[in-house]
Protein backbone atom coordinates (compact mmCIF):
# COMPACT_ATOMS: atom_id res chain seq x y z
CA UNK A 1 0.00 0.00 0.00
CA UNK A 2 1.32 3.58 -0.96
CA UNK A 3 2.53 5.88 1.66
CA UNK A 4 -0.08 8.50 2.20
CA UNK A 5 0.28 11.67 1.63
CA UNK A 6 -0.11 12.96 5.30
CA UNK A 7 2.73 12.92 7.59
CA UNK A 8 3.28 11.07 10.79
CA UNK A 9 5.71 12.96 13.30
CA UNK A 10 7.88 12.11 15.11
CA UNK A 11 7.39 10.64 18.63
CA UNK A 12 3.12 10.87 19.05
CA UNK A 13 2.44 11.74 22.21
CA UNK A 14 -0.78 11.53 23.97
CA UNK A 15 -1.82 15.26 24.84
CA UNK A 16 -1.17 15.38 28.87
CA UNK A 17 -2.41 15.74 31.41
CA UNK A 18 -5.57 14.42 29.85
CA UNK A 19 -8.28 16.58 30.45
CA UNK A 20 -11.93 15.91 32.10
CA UNK A 21 -14.43 15.99 29.89
CA UNK A 22 -15.57 19.56 29.93
CA UNK A 23 -12.64 21.06 29.86
CA UNK A 24 -11.60 22.57 26.41
CA UNK A 25 -11.38 20.22 23.58
CA UNK A 26 -8.00 18.09 22.86
CA UNK A 27 -5.35 19.66 20.72
CA UNK A 28 -5.01 18.42 17.31
CA UNK A 29 -1.82 17.05 16.26
CA UNK A 30 -2.05 19.57 13.30
CA UNK A 31 -2.79 22.18 15.21
CA UNK A 32 0.28 21.37 17.35
CA UNK A 33 3.42 20.77 14.95
CA UNK A 34 1.71 21.55 11.83
CA UNK A 35 1.13 18.78 10.35
CA UNK A 36 -1.41 17.60 8.04
CA UNK A 37 -4.22 15.28 9.15
CA UNK A 38 -5.00 12.37 7.10
CA UNK A 39 -8.51 13.03 5.10
CA UNK A 40 -11.40 11.45 6.37
CA UNK A 41 -10.31 11.40 9.87
CA UNK A 42 -13.00 12.11 12.08
CA UNK A 43 -12.13 12.32 15.96
CA UNK A 44 -13.92 15.19 17.09
CA UNK A 45 -17.13 16.83 16.24
CA UNK A 46 -14.75 19.65 15.62
CA UNK A 47 -13.33 18.14 12.53
CA UNK A 48 -16.39 18.53 10.82
CA UNK A 49 -17.85 22.20 8.80
CA UNK A 50 -21.29 22.26 9.25
CA UNK A 51 -20.99 21.57 5.11
CA UNK A 52 -19.27 18.12 6.34
CA UNK A 53 -22.16 17.31 8.75
CA UNK A 54 -24.66 17.65 5.87
CA UNK A 55 -22.92 16.31 3.27
CA UNK A 56 -22.19 13.42 5.96
CA UNK A 57 -26.24 13.33 6.83
CA UNK A 58 -26.96 13.09 2.88
CA UNK A 59 -24.69 10.40 2.08
CA UNK A 60 -25.84 8.11 4.99
CA UNK A 61 -29.09 8.20 3.57
CA UNK A 62 -28.04 7.79 -0.40
CA UNK A 63 -25.97 4.52 0.97
CA UNK A 64 -29.50 3.56 2.78
CA UNK A 65 -31.46 3.31 0.03
CA UNK A 66 -29.03 1.82 -2.56
CA UNK A 67 -29.65 -1.05 -4.11
CA UNK A 68 -27.09 -3.22 -1.80
CA UNK A 69 -25.36 -5.59 -4.33
CA UNK A 70 -24.49 -1.64 -5.87
CA UNK A 71 -23.48 -0.50 -2.71
CA UNK A 72 -21.00 -3.42 -1.93
CA UNK A 73 -19.08 -2.28 -5.01
CA UNK A 74 -18.23 1.27 -3.54
CA UNK A 75 -15.28 -0.26 -1.16
CA UNK A 76 -14.78 -3.92 -2.47
CA UNK A 77 -12.13 -5.36 -0.70
CA UNK A 78 -10.42 -2.18 1.00
CA UNK A 79 -9.37 -3.20 4.10
CA UNK A 80 -10.66 -1.60 7.34
CA UNK A 81 -9.65 -2.45 11.25
CA UNK A 82 -11.80 -2.14 13.88
CA UNK A 83 -9.13 -1.75 17.20
CA UNK A 84 -11.56 -2.12 20.34
CA UNK A 85 -9.57 -1.90 23.74
CA UNK A 86 -13.23 -1.55 25.34
CA UNK A 87 -16.55 -3.38 25.29
CA UNK A 88 -18.60 -2.03 23.06
CA UNK A 89 -21.63 -3.86 20.86
CA UNK A 90 -23.63 -0.94 19.34
CA UNK A 91 -20.45 0.98 17.59
CA UNK A 92 -18.25 -2.20 17.03
CA UNK A 93 -21.33 -4.05 15.49
CA UNK A 94 -22.86 -0.96 13.22
CA UNK A 95 -19.30 0.23 12.41
CA UNK A 96 -18.62 -3.60 11.07
CA UNK A 97 -21.85 -4.27 9.70
CA UNK A 98 -21.36 -0.44 7.87
CA UNK A 99 -17.95 -1.22 6.23
CA UNK A 100 -19.09 -4.71 4.91
CA UNK A 101 -22.39 -3.35 3.78
CA UNK A 102 -19.75 -0.90 1.59
CA UNK A 103 -17.94 -4.56 0.65
CA UNK A 104 -14.84 -3.69 2.61
CA UNK A 105 -12.79 -6.53 4.46
CA UNK A 106 -12.75 -6.18 8.40
CA UNK A 107 -10.79 -6.60 10.82
CA UNK A 108 -11.49 -7.21 14.20
CA UNK A 109 -9.05 -6.63 17.12
CA UNK A 110 -10.05 -6.85 20.60
CA UNK A 111 -7.37 -6.13 23.77
CA UNK A 112 -8.39 -9.66 25.03
CA UNK A 113 -7.64 -11.94 22.18
CA UNK A 114 -4.63 -9.77 20.47
CA UNK A 115 -1.09 -8.83 20.98
CA UNK A 116 -2.04 -5.92 23.14
CA UNK A 117 -2.57 -8.68 25.71
CA UNK A 118 1.24 -9.37 26.11
CA UNK A 119 1.87 -5.40 25.96
CA UNK A 120 2.27 -4.38 22.54
CA UNK A 121 1.42 -0.30 22.39
CA UNK A 122 -1.33 1.17 20.87
CA UNK A 123 1.32 2.73 18.57
CA UNK A 124 3.01 -0.75 17.76
CA UNK A 125 -0.52 -2.33 17.04
CA UNK A 126 -1.76 0.42 14.35
CA UNK A 127 1.64 0.07 12.47
CA UNK A 128 1.00 -3.35 12.57
CA UNK A 129 -2.67 -2.96 10.88
CA UNK A 130 -1.28 -0.71 8.48
CA UNK A 131 1.55 -3.12 7.22
CA UNK A 132 -1.56 -5.85 7.17
CA UNK A 133 -2.90 -3.20 4.57
CA UNK A 134 -5.49 -1.34 6.61
CA UNK A 135 -6.56 1.78 4.90
CA UNK A 136 -8.86 2.90 8.19
CA UNK A 137 -8.83 2.27 11.51
CA UNK A 138 -12.09 2.27 13.77
CA UNK A 139 -10.83 3.04 17.24
CA UNK A 140 -12.08 2.67 20.91
CA UNK A 141 -10.18 3.70 23.40
CA UNK A 142 -10.03 4.12 27.63
CA UNK A 143 -7.93 7.11 26.74
CA UNK A 144 -9.32 10.22 25.94
CA UNK A 145 -7.16 11.41 23.13
CA UNK A 146 -5.70 7.95 22.00
CA UNK A 147 -7.10 7.75 18.33
CA UNK A 148 -4.65 11.55 17.72
CA UNK A 149 -2.07 9.31 18.68
CA UNK A 150 -2.83 6.62 16.47
CA UNK A 151 -3.47 8.48 13.34
CA UNK A 152 0.04 10.78 14.20
CA UNK A 153 1.55 7.28 14.31
CA UNK A 154 -0.39 5.54 11.36
CA UNK A 155 -0.87 8.70 8.72
CA UNK A 156 -4.50 6.47 8.81
CA UNK A 157 -7.68 7.83 8.95
CA UNK A 158 -8.95 7.20 12.28
CA UNK A 159 -12.84 6.93 13.04
CA UNK A 160 -13.40 7.56 17.14
CA UNK A 161 -15.31 4.86 18.45
CA UNK A 162 -14.98 6.77 21.57
CA UNK A 163 -12.12 7.63 24.01
CA UNK A 164 -12.11 7.78 27.25
CA UNK A 165 -14.26 10.92 28.51
CA UNK A 166 -13.29 13.07 25.14
CA UNK A 167 -15.38 12.39 22.45
CA UNK A 168 -18.08 9.63 20.29
CA UNK A 169 -18.77 12.06 17.30
CA UNK A 170 -20.42 9.04 15.20
CA UNK A 171 -22.74 8.73 18.19
CA UNK A 172 -23.94 12.60 18.14
CA UNK A 173 -23.95 12.18 13.96
CA UNK A 174 -26.47 9.31 14.86
CA UNK A 175 -28.20 11.13 17.63
CA UNK A 176 -28.45 14.33 15.37
CA UNK A 177 -30.23 12.33 12.43
CA UNK A 178 -32.55 10.50 14.76
CA UNK A 179 -33.74 13.67 15.71
CA UNK A 180 -34.31 15.21 12.40
CA UNK A 181 -36.03 12.29 11.22
CA UNK A 182 -38.91 13.70 13.92
CA UNK A 183 -38.43 16.81 14.05
CA UNK A 184 -37.44 17.93 10.53
CA UNK A 185 -38.85 15.28 8.36
CA UNK A 186 -35.11 13.70 8.08
CA UNK A 187 -34.15 16.74 6.24
CA UNK A 188 -30.36 16.23 5.30
CA UNK A 189 -30.07 20.38 4.39
CA UNK A 190 -28.87 21.16 7.56
CA UNK A 191 -27.22 24.35 8.79
CA UNK A 192 -26.40 27.07 11.15
CA UNK A 193 -30.54 27.57 11.96
CA UNK A 194 -31.85 23.86 10.95
CA UNK A 195 -32.61 23.08 14.98
CA UNK A 196 -33.29 26.33 16.12
CA UNK A 197 -36.64 26.36 18.55
CA UNK A 198 -35.23 22.74 19.77
CA UNK A 199 -33.68 22.52 23.27
CA UNK A 200 -32.13 19.11 24.13
CA UNK A 201 -31.66 18.35 27.88
CA UNK A 202 -28.71 15.61 28.33
CA UNK A 203 -29.41 14.12 32.06
CA UNK A 204 -27.04 12.21 33.76
CA UNK A 205 -23.60 11.47 34.00
CA UNK A 206 -22.35 14.66 32.18
CA UNK A 207 -18.53 14.48 33.43
CA UNK A 208 -17.82 11.19 32.36
CA UNK A 209 -19.76 11.36 29.14
CA UNK A 210 -18.23 11.45 25.48
CA UNK A 211 -21.28 11.20 24.37
CA UNK A 212 -22.55 14.39 26.23
CA UNK A 213 -19.66 15.95 24.96
CA UNK A 214 -20.19 15.16 21.79
CA UNK A 215 -23.67 16.35 21.24
CA UNK A 216 -23.34 19.50 23.40
CA UNK A 217 -20.34 20.93 21.04
CA UNK A 218 -22.34 19.30 17.41
CA UNK A 219 -26.24 20.43 18.39
CA UNK A 220 -25.49 23.96 19.58
CA UNK A 221 -23.70 24.75 15.91
CA UNK A 222 -27.00 23.89 13.98
CA UNK A 223 -29.10 26.48 16.37
CA UNK A 224 -30.29 23.86 19.22
CA UNK A 225 -30.15 24.50 23.02
CA UNK A 226 -28.31 22.37 24.98
CA UNK A 227 -29.33 21.62 28.82
CA UNK A 228 -26.78 19.90 30.87
CA UNK A 229 -28.57 17.91 34.01
CA UNK A 230 -27.36 16.02 36.74
CA UNK A 231 -25.89 16.62 40.62
CA UNK A 232 -23.07 18.40 40.90
CA UNK A 233 -20.93 15.45 41.18
CA UNK A 234 -21.82 13.83 37.91
CA UNK A 235 -22.04 17.78 36.52
CA UNK A 236 -19.53 20.31 37.67
CA UNK A 237 -20.10 23.81 36.65
CA UNK A 238 -17.50 24.74 33.95
CA UNK A 239 -19.81 21.83 31.89
CA UNK A 240 -21.35 25.16 30.77
CA UNK A 241 -18.27 26.61 29.30
CA UNK A 242 -18.08 23.84 26.97
CA UNK A 243 -19.05 26.06 24.06
CA UNK A 244 -22.29 28.47 23.28
CA UNK A 245 -25.77 27.67 23.34
CA UNK A 246 -25.13 25.07 26.88
CA UNK A 247 -26.58 26.00 30.03
CA UNK A 248 -26.92 23.73 33.19
CA UNK A 249 -30.30 23.26 35.39
CA UNK A 250 -30.32 20.88 38.43
CA UNK A 251 -33.77 20.62 38.42
CA UNK A 252 -34.98 17.76 36.22
CA UNK A 253 -38.53 18.92 35.98
CA UNK A 254 -37.95 22.43 35.27
CA UNK A 255 -35.52 21.08 32.26
CA UNK A 256 -37.94 18.35 31.32
CA UNK A 257 -41.07 21.16 30.66
CA UNK A 258 -38.59 23.35 28.25
CA UNK A 259 -37.29 20.62 25.73
CA UNK A 260 -38.12 18.84 22.67
CA UNK A 261 -35.45 16.04 23.08
CA UNK A 262 -34.52 14.42 26.40
CA UNK A 263 -31.31 12.29 26.30
CA UNK A 264 -30.70 10.12 29.08
CA UNK A 265 -26.89 9.14 30.17
CA UNK A 266 -25.94 5.82 31.79
CA UNK A 267 -23.96 6.30 35.57
CA UNK A 268 -20.27 4.86 34.36
CA UNK A 269 -19.52 2.41 37.64
CA UNK A 270 -16.46 1.53 35.78
CA UNK A 271 -15.56 5.69 35.92
CA UNK A 272 -16.62 6.90 39.03
CA UNK A 273 -13.34 6.28 40.50
CA UNK A 274 -13.90 7.16 43.75
CA UNK A 275 -16.85 9.47 43.20
CA UNK A 276 -19.63 9.01 45.57
CA UNK A 277 -23.44 8.85 44.64
CA UNK A 278 -26.56 8.15 45.98
CA UNK A 279 -28.48 6.09 43.82
CA UNK A 280 -31.65 6.34 45.76
CA UNK A 281 -31.48 9.71 45.86
CA UNK A 282 -30.34 9.93 42.12
CA UNK A 283 -33.34 8.38 41.21
CA UNK A 284 -35.39 10.06 42.87
CA UNK A 285 -34.46 13.35 40.96
CA UNK A 286 -33.38 12.57 37.87
CA UNK A 287 -34.68 9.09 37.05
CA UNK A 288 -36.92 9.09 33.72
CA UNK A 289 -39.68 7.39 34.67
CA UNK A 290 -43.66 7.49 33.19
CA UNK A 291 -45.16 10.15 35.82
CA UNK A 292 -42.68 12.49 35.44
CA UNK A 293 -42.23 12.15 31.46
CA UNK A 294 -46.20 12.54 31.36
CA UNK A 295 -46.15 15.59 33.63
CA UNK A 296 -43.18 17.50 32.22
CA UNK A 297 -42.49 16.03 29.07
CA UNK A 298 -45.63 14.58 27.50
CA UNK A 299 -44.16 15.07 23.91
CA UNK A 300 -40.69 15.14 23.94
CA UNK A 301 -38.42 12.63 22.31
CA UNK A 302 -36.85 10.09 24.58
CA UNK A 303 -33.15 9.49 23.54
CA UNK A 304 -30.27 7.20 25.19
CA UNK A 305 -27.02 6.13 23.62
CA UNK A 306 -27.10 2.77 25.78
CA UNK A 307 -26.39 0.81 26.93
CA UNK A 308 -29.27 1.51 29.47
CA UNK A 309 -29.66 0.52 32.91
CA UNK A 310 -33.06 -0.01 33.08
CA UNK A 311 -34.33 1.03 36.93
CA UNK A 312 -32.21 3.45 37.32
CA UNK A 313 -31.51 6.33 34.82
CA UNK A 314 -34.91 5.20 33.49
CA UNK A 315 -37.59 3.03 34.01
CA UNK A 316 -38.59 -0.29 31.69
CA UNK A 317 -41.44 1.38 30.88
CA UNK A 318 -40.15 4.46 29.62
CA UNK A 319 -37.51 2.57 27.66
CA UNK A 320 -39.91 0.95 26.10
CA UNK A 321 -42.34 3.53 25.65
CA UNK A 322 -44.12 5.15 22.61
CA UNK A 323 -41.83 8.16 23.13
CA UNK A 324 -38.69 5.89 23.54
CA UNK A 325 -36.38 6.34 19.96
CA UNK A 326 -33.37 4.20 21.79
CA UNK A 327 -33.84 0.83 18.98
CA UNK A 328 -34.22 3.58 16.43
CA UNK A 329 -30.47 5.28 17.15
CA UNK A 330 -28.95 2.51 17.32
CA UNK A 331 -30.41 1.76 13.56
CA UNK A 332 -29.89 5.16 12.38
CA UNK A 333 -25.68 3.92 13.22
CA UNK A 334 -25.17 1.84 10.38
CA UNK A 335 -26.05 4.70 7.60
CA UNK A 336 -24.16 7.30 9.64
CA UNK A 337 -21.08 4.47 10.33
CA UNK A 338 -21.37 3.78 6.39
CA UNK A 339 -21.17 7.19 5.50
CA UNK A 340 -18.22 7.83 7.54
CA UNK A 341 -16.78 4.33 6.24
CA UNK A 342 -17.02 5.65 2.54
CA UNK A 343 -15.65 9.40 3.26
CA UNK A 344 -12.65 7.67 4.97
CA UNK A 345 -11.61 5.74 2.30
CA UNK A 346 -12.26 7.95 -0.39
CA UNK A 347 -15.19 6.80 -1.78
CA UNK A 348 -17.70 9.96 -0.86
CA UNK A 349 -19.46 12.12 -3.23
CA UNK A 350 -18.81 15.64 -3.24
CA UNK A 351 -21.54 18.49 -2.38
CA UNK A 352 -22.49 18.05 -5.84
CA UNK A 353 -23.06 14.43 -6.33
CA UNK A 354 -25.07 14.13 -2.95
CA UNK A 355 -28.17 12.89 -3.10
CA UNK A 356 -30.97 14.50 -1.15
CA UNK A 357 -32.88 11.94 0.94
CA UNK A 358 -36.06 11.92 -0.96
CA UNK A 359 -34.43 11.25 -4.27
CA UNK A 360 -34.16 7.95 -5.78
CA UNK A 361 -30.96 5.32 -4.71
CA UNK A 362 -28.53 5.86 -7.00
CA UNK A 363 -28.57 3.04 -10.59
CA UNK A 364 -25.49 1.04 -11.37
CA UNK A 365 -23.85 3.84 -13.31
CA UNK A 366 -23.42 6.35 -11.10
CA UNK A 367 -21.86 4.34 -8.46
CA UNK A 368 -19.23 3.78 -11.08
CA UNK A 369 -17.69 6.81 -10.17
CA UNK A 370 -16.46 8.27 -13.36
CA UNK A 371 -14.46 11.06 -12.01
CA UNK A 372 -12.50 8.72 -9.71
CA UNK A 373 -11.05 6.43 -12.18
CA UNK A 374 -10.73 2.42 -9.46
CA UNK A 375 -7.50 2.15 -10.19
CA UNK A 376 -6.44 5.49 -9.41
CA UNK A 377 -8.78 5.75 -6.02
CA UNK A 378 -7.45 2.23 -4.60
CA UNK A 379 -4.57 2.86 -2.24
CA UNK A 380 -4.18 -0.60 -1.07
N1 LIG B 1 -23.49 4.04 22.41
C1 LIG B 1 -22.43 3.24 22.49
O1 LIG B 1 -21.28 3.68 22.30
O2 LIG B 1 -22.70 1.93 22.77
P1 LIG B 1 -21.62 0.75 22.80
O3 LIG B 1 -20.73 1.00 23.99
O4 LIG B 1 -22.40 -0.52 22.91
O5 LIG B 1 -20.83 0.84 21.52
Same mark, same amino acid.
Given at each position: ???? +??? #?????????????????????????????????????????????????? #??????????????????? +?????????????????????? $?????? %?????????????????????? *????????? /?? *???????? #?????????????????????????????????????????????? !?????????? *??????????????????????????? /???????????????????????????? $????????????? !???????? %??? !????????????????? $??????? @????????????????????????????????????????????? %??????????? @???? %??? $?????????????
Amino acid at each position: MPAR +KAA #APSQPTLPSPLPPTLQPALPKPAEVDGSVRPRGSVISVLDLSTADVASIL #AQATRLENEDPLARMKRLL +KRRVALLFYESSTRTRTSFELA $AKSLGA %DTALISSQSSSIEKGESLKDTG *ITLKALGAE /CI *ILRHLSSG #APYLLEASTGLPILNGGDGMHEHPSQALLDLRTMLAHLRDGTAEVD !ETTLQGVTVT *ICGDILHSRVARSNALLLPRLGAQVIL /CGPTALLPEIAAQIGPGVTIERDFEKAL $AASQVVMMLRIQA !ERLSGLHV %DLE !EYKSRYQANSARMDKFA $ANALLMH @PGPIIRGLELTSEVADGPRSLIAEQVRHGVAIRMALVARALDRFE %DKDHATKPTEK @PATT %DQL $AHPKTPAKKARRG
